[in-house]
């Protein structure tokens, strides 16, 4: 261990950097996730299909998933505060082209590299929150940093269409860029030194699914729901235009229910995991079966909407807590290492559901999206029922904060 991690910080700036690393990953998310409200003005705009612009999901996520492993590994010896700050300087001026940019190659060229940082603050965000507060807190800390998917969920992704509908998608991703910077100077003021903790080798990386079967299942099950999820969620705009005749209020209100049952799901989950891990996670997938089902079967009609798009936001919420804590359950002392698969399994199943989202839409219509998802979200549950309890141990209730060595006993002020 660093000297520097055996000093516990002050309550009050520990917890002022779990914030802002919350504000980070609502940033990361919201950008990565951008394009989702945005698909049919973007593709009206630079006059391409919407399963081309959806592209710009898809490029994201390879380049976040496919990058994280190595990035993280080859930087295993710098300070966590350094590289986050350097991931944030990326996604501002990422935004930035983006907003500027005078054709889609540029634009895409401009994802992808987001992409590459994206990923690694995935792998290094929780752990680095964890840090912060010690042992003791570092549950509610991860936590916290989780429920950033939901904030963005609520008010980013509905926020951007909405000021997409007041002026344009090109000012949309401009005011991203300055968030972004906003958030870049709260981590450099909030986040004390992190000297790096937990990272291997890429070589040893890669070996630890081959060694460790519940993390080996727990992977397989989150590129099994991630597929389904995202392949029909980044086509939920014109789903609901072409079946529903929706307009981009009723839009921005579902998507922001959506988003509101996401964080009813995440807090419900906070209590059911220490309880059930593995049951959490199957009632979960179980919901968001069952939601895609609804939406097709009902989804014409506003009512219909709602209420699938509640189902599944709160069925969302319960999974996604859920597969991180199923995570730290299977690889508690290489946390930082696992959850850099899990970034690359989880964001590389990101993109080609959009991408096999996208030719489905492209081709069979947007209605054969939801069905893709209905069929990958019921392999993951029918793969968890299979792989029986072992791929999802209960995190012990004294298990070591992700990036401290299992000895380590440093907690935060009172």
């Known amino acids: 261990m660093n000297a520097e991690d055996q000093q516990p910080h002050s309550t009050r700036r520990a917890w002022l950097g779990v914030a802002a690393i919350t504000a980070s990953l609502f940033v990361f998310l919201t950008t990565e996730l951008m394009p989702v409200g945005l698909l049919t ?7 391409i299909e919407v399963g081309v612009a959806a592209l710009m999901v898809t490029l994201y996520g390879v380049s976040a998933g496919l990058g994280v492993t190595f990035i993280v590994a080859w930087t295993r010896h710098v300070n966590r505060r350094v590289l986050l700050s350097t991931l944030l300087a990326v996604l501002t001026l990422g935004n930035l082209v983006t907003a500027i ?58 926020v951007g269409t909405v000021l997409e509908d007041l002026t344009d998608w090109r000012t949309t991703f401009l005011i991203w860029s300055g968030l972004s910077l906003l958030v870049l100077l709260t981590v450099v003021a909030t986040v ?11 070589r040893e990386v890669f070996g630890l699914p081959v060694r460790n079967a519940p993390l080996r299942a727990v992977l397989c ?24 005749s929706a307009s981009p209020l009723f839009i921005t209100v579902v998507l922001i229910i959506f988003g509101v049952g ?24 179980a ?18 909407a709602i209420v699938s798009l509640v189902l599944w936001g709160v069925s969302f919420g319960v999974v996604q807590l859920s597969q991180v804590n199923m995570t730290l359950a299977a690889a508690p002392e290489t946390f930082e290492a696992a959850m850099s698969l899990n970034t690359m399994a989880y964001n590389t199943s990101i993109a080609l559901g959009a991408l096999f989202g996208g030719l489905f ?39 070591p904060a992700a990036g401290e060595p299992a000895a380590s006993s440093s907690s935060a002020n009172e």
């Open 101 to 158: 940019s005078p054709n889609y190659p540029l634009v895409l060229a401009t994802r992808l590299i987001m992409g590459f940082a994206s990923g690694v603050f995935w792998a290094i965000g929780v752990s680095m929150a964890m840090r912060l507060v010690g042992e003791r807190h570092a549950s509610r800390a991860s936590a916290i940093v989780m429920s950033g998917i939901s904030i963005a969920t609520v008010v980013g992704i509905p």
């Open 262 to 285: 996401g964080a009813a799901g995440n807090f419900i989950a906070g209590y059911t995991v220490n309880r059930s891990l593995r049951g959490s996670f199957l009632t979960g997938c």
């Open 361 to 399: 839409a492209d081709n069979l219509g947007v209605t054969s999206v939801v069905w893709f998802g209905v069929a990958l979200t019921a392999g993951s549950l029918l793969l968890t029922l299979g792989t029986g309890r072992t791929a999802s141990r209960t995190v012990p209730q004294d298990a």
């Open 41 to 47: 003005p973007l593709s009206a705009s630079l006059d």
């Open 192 to 202: 004390p030194s992190l000297p790096s903790a937990n990272a291997v080798p890429v």
């Open 287 to 304: 919901g968001l079966v069952i939601s895609l089902l609804l939406l097709l079967a009902i989804g014409d009609g506003p009512a219909g």
């Open 221 to 244: 099950a989150v590129v099994l729901f991630v597929l389904g999820h995202f392949g029909a969620y980044t086509f939920v705009r014109p789903f609901l235009e072409d079946n529903a």
